[in-house]
């Protein structure tokens, strides 16, 4: 699931693991309990994502890597903020060779939108699950709500350089191939989602 910080892939890729009863992989998810628990990869991740840029391309596919070697992957996944640029989607072609077609889904949304969104987007400062627009309260746990330290104003428009400098090209890397797809976050959740199954369905011939 591809699109670029703001445009919903993660709320959409949860959506689409729990309809086809598969993880959803996160990589945010993943540094951001890394950072929490204080390990090494968590010290290394802390100052790259408070600033809004990537983590280093190799410890990725290193986390990527040992995530996928886990059972629950092994009927297939979802990946949410994985590939992020072309050296790791190269690595990621070597990690699914023969395990079954790569299903690319870009969704698009203007910058516009995007800043609006992250600028004003909420998670759970217990657990770290991003809240719906109309939570008090994190839906989860309970817990306070708070911004993440990466959607202030000034790192929104730097993680929005990022993307374009380094992740947009990922885009023109998978758009050449018969399963990639792209569809328009620039609408309510429930017509992106519907986008996003119909898009799947063309390639997948309607299988679950």
Same mark, same amino acid.
């Given at each position: 699931?591809?699109?670029?910080?703001?445009?919903?892939?993660?709320?959409?890729?949860?959506?689409?693991?729990?309809? /086809? /009863?598969?993880?959803?992989?996160?990589?945010?998810?993943?540094?951001?309990?890394?950072?929490?628990?204080?390990?090494?990869?968590?010290?290394?991740?802390?100052?790259?994502? #408070?600033?809004?840029?990537?983590?280093?391309?190799?410890?990725?596919?290193?986390?990527?890597?040992?995530?996928?070697?886990?059972?629950?992957?092994?009927?297939?996944?979802?990946?949410?903020?994985?590939?992020?640029?072309?050296?790791?989607?190269?690595?990621?072609?070597?990690?699914?060779?023969?395990?079954?077609?790569?299903?690319?889904?870009?969704?698009?949304?203007?910058?516009?939108?995007?800043?609006?969104?992250?600028?004003?987007?909420?998670?759970?400062?217990?657990?770290?699950?991003?809240?719906?627009?109309? #939570?008090?309260?994190?839906?989860?746990?309970?817990?306070?709500?708070?911004?993440?330290?990466?959607?202030?104003?000034?790192?929104? /428009?730097?993680?929005?350089?990022?993307?374009?400098?380094?992740?947009?090209?990922?885009?023109?890397?998978? /758009?050449?191939?018969?399963?990639?797809?792209?569809? #328009?976050?620039?609408?309510?959740?429930?017509?992106?989602?519907?986008?996003?199954?119909?898009?799947?369905?063309?390639?997948?011939?309607?299988?679950?």
């Amino acid at each position: 699931m591809l699109g670029a910080p703001g445009a919903g892939k993660g709320t959409q890729a949860e959506r689409v693991a729990r309809e /086809r /009863r598969v993880p959803r992989i996160s990589t945010g998810e993943i540094l951001r309990e890394a950072v929490s628990q204080g390990n090494e990869l968590g010290k290394a991740a802390r100052a790259v994502m #408070d600033a809004g840029r990537l983590v280093a391309d190799e410890k990725m596919i290193d986390v990527i890597r040992e995530r996928l070697r886990q059972p629950d992957a092994a009927g297939g996944y979802v990946l949410d903020g994985f590939p992020r640029t072309v050296r790791q989607a190269e690595a990621l072609d070597g990690l699914v060779d023969g395990a079954g077609s790569l299903i690319v889904v870009d969704i698009e949304v203007p910058e516009e939108t995007l800043v609006r969104r992250l600028s004003t987007r909420m998670i759970c400062g217990t657990c770290g699950t991003l809240a719906r627009p109309t #939570d008090k309260v994190c839906g989860k746990c309970g817990g306070a709500l708070v911004q993440r330290t990466d959607d202030s104003d000034d790192v929104v /428009r730097e993680r929005l350089q990022v993307y374009a400098r380094d992740t947009q090209p990922i885009v023109e890397f998978y /758009r050449v191939r018969p399963t990639f797809r792209s569809v #328009d976050g620039d609408q309510t959740a429930e017509a992106v989602a519907a986008d996003i199954a119909a898009a799947l369905a063309s390639v997948t011939g309607g299988r679950s």
